[in-house]
């Protein structure tokens, strides 16, 4: 039971991820390229929602953002995990 719990869990955080990176796509849009950005180049992602097969939304960040949004998902599961296994231990 507690795994299962867990893995469900899991899989609903690991199912938000695209609507997590729907949220910053729209604060973070590409500029014009500079010597600055060859640096840290834009990265273009398709981005599906769970449930839709037609509705693909492209997601453009640099890697460095990529990367950011990435950190903050495995820590979202993590603290999903903590949580849920200090709930079936009380």
Request: proline share 3%; net charge positive; charged share 20%.
């Amino acid at each position: 039971m507690k795994i299962a719990i867990t893995t469900m869990l899991c899989a609903a955080a690991i199912l938000s991820t695209p609507a997590l990176a729907q949220d910053t796509a729209t604060a973070a849009t590409p500029a014009v390229a500079t010597a600055q950005d060859t640096a840290n180049p834009v990265v273009c992602r398709m981005a599906y929602h769970e449930g839709t097969v037609i509705s693909a939304k492209r997601t453009c960040l640099t890697e460095q953002q990529w990367k950011t949004l990435r950190l903050e998902n495995q820590q979202a599961v993590r603290e999903l995990q903590i949580r849920a296994d200090f709930q079936l231990r009380n």
